[in-house]
């Protein structure tokens, strides 16, 4: 008889870096182990924290007597939709009065990323019949596996200068400039990840005039609105100020970061049109999609934001929970800054830990430092140099410095 397929032939995947160096930690028995690789909110405690307001929105929703747990539109809950649209939009922005903008529930930052991808995929007129997608090097390193899931060939442009830790900038533009017309390139709107680096406004103005004198289109992808700066209308002027010059685009909007509501994958994707008829035909073609992958998204999450958003108090209350993540991290990037530069007086320069922005800094130490580090004293951190800023708080962040320090100068 013949015998049933063994599998065999399937290759063993390399395990996800991230969670490997979580599972490290985990399995780590020193008392004075440092985890810098998640990229989660953590307390000055190092533990979870679940926004006050999401505690609170939670317990209305318990006490809600209408509650049922029936399936949500394919397209999700509009309440949510509608309020995320205009939190990244802008609440007075043309493109939304004009019916222009196709907003779609996903799962979470991820799903929005998946679900553009996937649209673009199937519709995209891409150039020379070519589907492929400019990404900074570096980026979100899930974002080449799901551009490629799709059939996408991720390319990269120029974004970080190891030379100055910042901002490749004149590269970037060259890149965007000798690109073919019509290309996709994908941009972070905020607290770029993971370098930590972002353009300016200037800076932004004229990477919208290439993208719009070449046809490109931007690919926006939206994780930090709120969790960069404290601001969430300063972290979405970006994004604005791309719609406001009618820059071709679509947004990836995820609130997991900036309401802590990582489990939950609660997300959207927004895409504007040129009319009002072309965001009722991507809505169908998106509404397709979805239902052959997911069918409905999930209500909890949802339900909790659109509470959230929609009410005047809740949403002032969200904002002050941003401004307290935001305003730790910042204290952070000020205090590790401040020892390095004061205390330690480490070799190089070190302003770049407060020039970035967001969870991540990239510290522009090498692949066999940040291996040391790890080996030596405990810090588990990815091997490119990047650290979680939330990972460091008042017991730690001396210990971090020292062995910094340490391994900077070849001590460690």
């Known amino acids: ?36 690789g998640v990229g989660a909110y953590r307390d000055d405690d190092n533990k979870p924290w679940v ?3 999401v505690k609170k929105a939670t317990e209305l929703l318990l006490h809600d007597p209408a509650l049922e747990h029936e399936y949500l539109p394919i397209t999700g809950l509009p309440e949510f939709t509608n309020a995320a649209a205009r939190l990244m939009l802008g609440s007075d922005s043309p493109v939304l ?10 799962i979470s930052g991820t799903g929005a990323n998946h679900l553009g991808a996937l649209f673009l995929s199937r519709f995209y007129s891409w150039p020379e019949g070519k589907k492929e997608i400019y990404l900074s090097d570096p980026t979100w390193v899930n974002h080449f596996a799901i551009f490629r899931n799709v059939g996408v060939e991720p390319r990269t442009y120029p974004y970080y200068d190891p030379a100055t830790i910042g901002l490749a900038f004149s590269a ?15 941009l972070h709107a905020c607290a770029h990840n993971p370098t930590g680096v972002d353009p300016t406004r200037e800076q932004w103005g004229e990477i919208a005039d290439v993208i719009l004198a070449k046809g490109h289109y931007a690919f926006f992808d939206c994780a930090y609105q709120g969790f960069a700066s404290g601001d969430l209308e300063g972290d979405a002027w970006a994004v604005r100020e791309f719609v406001r010059r009618n820059v071709p685009m679509l947004v990836c909007q995820s609130f997991a970061k900036n309401a802590g509501l990582y489990g939950e994958r609660v997300g959207a994707l927004h895409i504007v049109s040129p009319s009002a008829p072309a965001a009722t035909r991507i809505k169908s073609q998106l509404s397709v999609l979805q239902r052959s992958e997911i069918s409905n998204p999930p209500a909890h999450g ?37 020892l390095l530069t004061d205390k330690y007086k480490t070799p190089g320069n070190w302003d770049h830990i407060v020039n970035q922005i967001g969870m991540f800094s990239f510290t522009g130490i090498t692949p066999e430092q940040s291996q040391a580090l790890t080996e030596k004293a405990h810090i588990y951190l990815t091997t490119n140099g990047r650290i979680s800023m939330a990972g460091l708080n008042s017991h730690n962040i001396e210990y971090f410095a020292g062995s910094l320090d340490k391994v ?3 001590q460690l």
């Open 51 to 53: 926004l006050p307001v």
């Open 172 to 186: 970037f533009i060259d890149a965007l400039k000798n690109a073919p017309s019509h290309s996709v390139f994908l």
């Open 408 to 410: 900077v100068r070849g």
């Open 1 to 36: 008889m013949a015998s049933a397929e063994t599998w065999d032939g399937v290759p063993l995947a390399p395990p996800d870096s991230i969670f490997k160096l979580t599972a490290a930690y985990k399995e780590d028995t020193y008392p004075q182990k440092i985890n810098l």
């Open 302 to 338: 949802a339900r909790l934001m659109a509470l959230i958003l929609n009410s005047p108090e809740l949403f002032e209350e969200w904002k002050r929970d941003i401004r307290t993540m935001a305003g730790r991290i910042i204290a952070m990037r000020d205090e590790l800054h401040g």
């Open 97 to 106: 009065a004009e019916g222009r903008v196709t907003s779609v529930q996903t």
